[in-house]
Each structure stands twice: as structure tokens, then as C-alpha cells.
């Protein structure tokens, strides 16, 4: 079945089967890799992108669930926000296998978006659902921690 769906700012006309996750169509349809599979039941968040600007997990969004709505990918993610954040990342050199990174990123993108200065506990509860497997989650809170400083200069 043939949908138009807006990704990264673009309309994109893709073939699939209904009931297939975003996932695969991001990643096999429109080869945009960054976004990553990683347990398949939205426990982990690897594979998390943003729906109109709330982050979502894309194994268990189907295609014929988003509509009209925009789908932000790791590599379309843009403002002031992603911009502390990426900034603060390097900063912190917060990535060690980085294999959970780009659903990270787009998770603490939402927090900050929403939540301009998180607080700890914040921050713990909102990236709860973000697995990762090299436990950098010290980084992590620390990068989010910096990347709200970076906003409010």
C-alpha cells in the first residue's frame, strides 16, 4: 500500500504493508539508518524518533498509524535544543559503543524541548525508557545537565 508521510521536513512516498513498524520503513525504505532496532517492544528506545515533535518509539508505530503527522529522524533533528544537545554530547564525549546514542539524543531533545531545565530526577524518569547497554547513563544525565546550560546562555 502506498503512503506519502513527512520526513525530516520532506514528503516521502513509500510501499508498505500495513501493520509495518516505522522502523522498517525508515530504515529499509528510505535507507535513513540512524534510527536503530534494537529490542523490537519499545522497551529500550533505539529506535526513538519524534511524531510532531513528541518522542515515540518507531518498532511500534505502524505506518498506517502516522497519518498526517511529521516524523523527525536522528538525522533531520534540528533547533535549539538538538544543537545543545549534539553540543553537549561532544563535550562530554558521552558516547561509547554509541549503538543506543541517536535514540538517546532524540529522547533528551524531547525533554529539553519540554522541560527547558530538568532536574535530576527529571531526567531520570523521562530517559527511563532509553537502554543502554555500555552504561553511560552518568554522561547521559551530565550531557542534559549541560546541554540546558547551553540553552539558557
Known amino acids: 500500500m502506498a503512503y506519502t508521510i513527512s520526513v525530516n521536513g ?23 539508518t540512524g534510527t536503530k532496532f534494537g529490542c523490537g517492544v519499545a522497551a529500550c528506545g533505539a529506535c526513538t524518533v519524534h511524531l510532531d515533535g513528541a518522542p515515540v518509539r518507531s518498532c511500534q508505530t505502524l505506518i498506517e498509524d502516522v497519518g498526517d503527522a511529521a516524523i523527525t529522524t ?4 534540528e533547533g ?7 553540543q553537549a554530547w561532544a563535550e562530554l564525549d558521552v558516547v561509547q559503543c554509541g549503538y543506543c546514542q541517536s535514540g538517546q539524543i532524540m529522547s533528551a531533545v524531547g525533554l529539553l524541548t519540554e522541560t527547558p531545565k530538568p532536574g535530576v530526577e527529571e531526567i531520570d524518569s523521562y530517559m527511563s525508557g532509553n537502554a543502554c547497554r555500555c552504561a553511560t547513563y552518568q554522561r547521559i544525565r551530565a550531557a542534559i545537565q549541560r546541554a540546558s546550560q547551553i540553552m539558557e546562555a
Do not use: F, K, M, Y
Not at 520532506?10 to 535507507?31: H, K, Q
Not at 535549539?80 to 549534539?86: G, K, L
Open 80 to 86: 535549539r535544543a538538538a544543537a545543545a544537545v549534539q
Open 74 to 77: 536522528i538525522e533531520g533533528v
Open 10 to 32: 520532506e514528503a516521502r512516498s513509500v510501499d508498505a504493508a500495513p501493520g509495518t513498524p516505522l522502523l522498517w520503513v525508515l530504515r529499509d525504505e528510505l535507507s535513513l
